[in-house]
């Protein structure tokens, strides 16, 4: 042998050699190991948006009107603006359910289209301080201080950096705080004290291009936070009985929702990459196939030469699982880029939150769909491996 020469050059070479088959082979593997992460990463998308708005939501139990439950799963998980209200009696007759440790009033308002800060209109939730315990433990631990008058706390999406004025509905806010990215619609969402609420809603018949009316003594939602030992199911038909008109979500019905309609999706790209992995199978095998039955007076001259036939396996294995490493890289890493510019919109047309991965779950979900790129070259090239391996020098060289 040339000094240089190694077992590696002469793989590179083959592959150099057939360009056009073995592209082909490449595209092959990385459709697989595309629709396999892409699968994966929409679920572990949606799965963490999920955690990280819930988590940010801080309550077991969210209790709303009946006939508005709808809009506040659209409020929550889509950031769709609505506004409503019912009657704040309401808040007391929820706190004296057994279980319930804390009972905590939100206020939904709908902003005017083309806010300041925003291109659409966006939820302004009015909380009460008093009796807050989602985003008044954030104001604790983030800006040591509690919400001043005329203050807010805006979502991620939120145009406006912090110290400068919004306007909503004439009256201005200062903005105190920005709260991180949850993919849900907490992220389009500004927090302001109830009570200047209510000062907005009265100064908008002059202030305002449209008169904002909120009712006194009203609420939108009732946010419930259980004793340890309560039973959340138990506690939810309690609270069904002892207000009539309302419905209570739970996280588990928000998560069941999501799943719902993400599911359809899923079992297309699952379904997808099944199919691409039975039928591309055979065809690698085949290729493989007829790759090594071209090379044969090129394997019967290695195997003159002194070539084992461990060294001839050895070759048409991983000359596979080479093309199968940049198949998977290439599909892993395009469907990476595609998902990650066009998230918005992919979350936008499924109707689901989602939030890119953390760098863990995105390298667990790159590893799966890649080893199952690499384990489909191998298990393609072992029979023309083997064949290729066990055949005779002069017969490969007479071309038989």
């Known amino acids: 042998m040339k000094p240089g020469f190694s077992f590696l050059t002469l793989l590179m070479r083959n592959i150099r050699n057939r360009p056009y088959r073995n592209g082909a082979t490449v595209l092959c593997f990385a459709f697989v190991a595309a629709t396999l992460f892409s699968a994966h990463y929409m679920i572990g998308g949606a799965a963490y948006s999920l955690d990280t708005g819930i988590t940010r939501l801080g309550a077991d139990l969210l209790v709303v009107p009946e006939q508005y439950a709808p809009d506040t799963d659209a409020i929550i998980l889509k950031g769709e603006p609505s506004t409503f209200f019912f009657s704040s009696t309401a808040l007391e007759r929820a706190a004296t359910v057994p279980g319930v440790a804390r ?32 985003i008044s433990p954030w104001l604790s631990e983030r800006l040591g201080k509690p919400l001043e008058k005329d203050e807010i706390i805006v979502g991620n999406r939120i145009e406006g950096e912090i110290g400068t004025t919004l306007k909503f509905f004439g009256h201005n806010y200062t903005v105190a705080g920005r709260l991180e990215p949850t993919g849900m619609g907490v992220d389009t969402s500004v927090f302001v004290r109830i009570p200047d609420a209510y000062v907005m809603a009265a100064e908008s018949p002059v202030k305002a291009e449209r008169i904002l009316e909120i009712p006194p003594n009203s609420v939108s939602a009732i946010l419930i936070q259980l004793d340890p030992s309560a039973d959340p199911g138990e506690v939810s038909a309690e609270m069904t009985r002892r207000l009539p008109e309302t419905r209570v979500i739970t996280p588990d019905s928000m998560v069941t929702m ?101 760098p863990a779950a995105i390298a667990v979900e790159a590893g799966s769909a890649f080893l199952l790129a690499i384990a489909m070259g191998g298990a393609a090239a072992l029979y023309p491996a083997h064949k290729s391996s066990r055949t005779e020098p002069y017969d490969s060289m007479r071309g038989l």
């Open 103 to 134: 009972a905590s009033p939100q206020i939904y308002v709908a902003t005017l289209f083309g806010a300041q800060c925003c291109s659409a209109p966006v939820q302004l939730i009015g909380f009460d301080p008093e009796r807050d315990f989602t």
């Open 258 to 358: 999501v799943t719902e309609q993400l599911s359809g999706v899923i079992a297309i790209l699952y379904g997808t990459t099944a199919m691409v992995t039975l039928a591309s199978l055979p065809l690698i095998a085949l290729i493989s196939s007829m790759v090594a039955n071209e090379r044969r007076r090129e394997i019967g001259i290695l195997r003159a030469t002194g070539a084992t036939r461990r060294f001839v396996f050895r070759l048409v294995l991983f000359e596979s699982l080479m093309l199968a490493i940049a198949g998977g890289i290439f599909g892993v890493v395009g469907s990476f880029v595609v998902i990650a510019l066009f998230q918005d919109a992919i979350a936008s047309v499924l109707q689901i939150p989602f939030l890119m991965p953390g």
